[in-house]
């Protein structure tokens, strides 16, 4: 039933939006947020229709119909020649040869080259052509807060309850990242993002968004939005990014330590929606065992990531396990680094291929015993191992890319409140990336505001 309802439901808003031309304002919250398991599978031998890359499609006819600019070959050379569209054309360069290499050899080879061409450059080309109006832009930027928001009670529901509810909308027969894990008696919120330390990088990468539109509103239900945020970190289970959001919480403050009305605006909202946390957490550990033990419990794996030594599986209560699982994740993060020493040294320049990971090619040096592996939780190790130097390459030309357009800004205007969440959502991303595997949907959502803000 809630398949039926939600498809339906998806299919108006897509016809809605389309004619009423704010078709961009749902298609991002539906590119960074819709699950792959959500699809229409033909035949094991093809690839998934899901339904992000059918929104990508009519993307694509939107654009077409709503382009406010025109390209001919004579301005794609006047962009060309400004240093950052030629770092960003390096991105796609650089990152399309390794998988070229192996497009005889492997399957997902092809695939990368179709997502990197189709799914990533495609979406950009389509979103500068439109040219969204600034309004339009902070109508998109809303609307993703909404619906992280959404997912943000989702996600503590699931944890609570054990109840997934898009597990519904697993449409296909083949497997598909849609992972959980019990850690602390409760369940790891998942939602649509596969793994809960995607879930919980989620949560990190639209926190330097709320804090841009709590400045700009000063709106209390986006209060509520930042205290639903760490609470959805929480039950994500992800120590990093308990840590992570305090840290580009800390950089943010310095950010706009010169702003004393910024400043004081920040600490205002951020401590009021920390004492809606602590009142949450208080209420429900009073009142429930198994809350007051997973609370009280990842408080100490927190500490004891910094040196501390608590028994995390003290005072479990009855029926529950313990910790969990991965109580060592840091090492198990730290030991996958050694997998760059291997590929570099067996496949340098093109790396293992994609989708190395799933044939069990890369090689993690586990206590001083070389062994397989089969997943990658650090974005550095999945682009050398996956496409090598090349690959490496391409990732660090679109930073570079994004960095200037970045300083370009800032010579212009100095460090407004918006340079400062610009550079805080570059550098929430790179730190999502040593606890997970790189998310490209939303590094490509965050090259796109940054390239279309001054259209």
């Known amino acids: 039933m809630f398949l039926i309802f939600f498809s339906i439901t998806l299919i108006f808003a897509n016809i809605y939006c389309f004619i009423k031309k704010k078709y961009l304002s749902l298609f991002f919250p539906c590119f960074l947020l819709l699950p792959n398991f959500y699809a229409i599978e033909i035949s094991k031998n093809f690839p998934l229709i899901t339904i992000t890359r059918v929104m990508i499609l009519v993307l694509y006819l939107y654009a077409f119909f709503n382009r406010k600019r025109f390209f001919s070959f004579k301005e794609f050379l006047f962009h060309l020649a400004k240093k950052e569209y030629l770092f960003l054309l ?39 052509i439109i040219a969204p109006t600034k309004s339009e832009q902070f109508a998109i930027l809303k609307s993703v807060l909404w619906a992280a928001t959404f997912l943000f009670i989702v996600g503590i529901f699931e944890s609570l309850t054990s109840i997934r ?41 639209v926190t330097p968004l709320l804090f ?27 120590r990093s990014d308990i840590i992570f959001y305090f840290l580009i919480s800390f950089i943010y403050l310095i950010l706009i330590f010169k702003d004393k009305i910024q400043l004081r605006l920040f600490l205002k909202h951020f401590f009021f929606s920390f004492a809606i946390v602590f009142v949450w957490i208080l209420v429900l550990s009073a009142n429930n065992e198994s809350a007051r033990y997973f609370y009280s419990g990842t408080a100490k794996s927190l500490l004891n990531t910094f040196g501390f030594d608590f028994d995390l599986n003290a005072n479990a209560p009855t029926g529950v396990s313990g910790y969990g699982d991965n109580e060592d994740g840091t090492y198990s993060r730290l030991f ?7 590929t570099l040294k067996t496949k340098p320049f093109f790396g293992l291929g994609s989708g190395c990971e799933s044939r069990g090619d890369i090689r ?92």
């Open 165 to 205: 509810l898009f597990d519904n909308l697993y449409t296909v027969s083949r497997p598909m990242l849609n992972n959980y894990y019990i850690r602390l008696g409760l369940l790891r919120s998942v939602t649509t993002m596969g793994l809960p330390n995607f879930y919980g990088n989620m949560c990190i990468l």
């Open 364 to 455: 993690y040096n586990y206590k001083g015993v070389l062994k397989p592996g089969y997943g990658f939780d650090v974005g550095i190790v999945q682009v050398i191992c996956s496409e090598g130097l090349f690959g490496m390459i391409g990732y660090c030309s679109l930073f570079i890319s994004l960095f200037i357009v970045l300083f370009k800004a800032i010579n212009k205007q100095r460090f407004s409140i918006e340079n400062s969440i610009f550079f805080l959502l570059i550098i929430s991303y790179l730190l999502c990336t040593l606890s997970t595997s790189n998310m490209p949907f939303f590094l490509t959502t965050i090259s796109v505001m940054l390239y279309t803000r001054n259209l």
């Open 212 to 238: 841009y539109v709590l400045y700009l509103t000063r709106r209390k239900i986006y209060i509520i939005s930042l205290a639903l945020d760490l609470l959805a970190i929480i039950h994500s289970g992800c």
């Open 90 to 128: 390096g991105y796609f360069i650089f990152r399309i040869i390794p998988n070229l290499f192996y497009i005889t050899t492997y399957r997902d080879a092809i695939q990368t080259i179709f997502s990197i061409i189709f799914e990533q450059f495609a979406v950009l080309l389509a979103v500068f």
């Open 336 to 342: 996958q680094i050694s997998a760059i020493d291997y």
